[in-house]
């Protein structure tokens, strides 16, 4: 009775996650905007969206509203020494959506100051 009640739980869970990774945002050319702002939070986390362990922004914008920032896969960020700070004032390209009830931006590219931190191609495909 107890292996049943695991395998359900495992089960359960398992549909859970299966049915919440088919509503995983994509990366769509038709939806890239350009946001400015300052960074207000640095934080890496286990990202449904890059399916690994993520780097991800809080941006203010301009306009006075919070964005989340999806950067790349933290081995990516880290192994090219992407590091970013609150209070950094940045420029984003990327594909906005929706996730979670939350404003996201999928990042292709960062300006900060005079450097340009690439994180997709042209065609919004992953670099790392």
Known sequence: MK??????????FGIAAFAQAGTVPQYDKS????????VQDVRDYQCPISGTLGSHLTLKTTSGGLVEVHLAATKYTKSYEMIFAKGDGVEVLGSRVMWDGVDTVLAREITRKQETFMFRDKEGKPLW
């Open 31 to 38: 939806n890239e905007v350009r946001v400015s702002g300052t």
């Open 3 to 12: 292996n049943f009640l695991i395998a359900l739980i495992v089960t359960v």
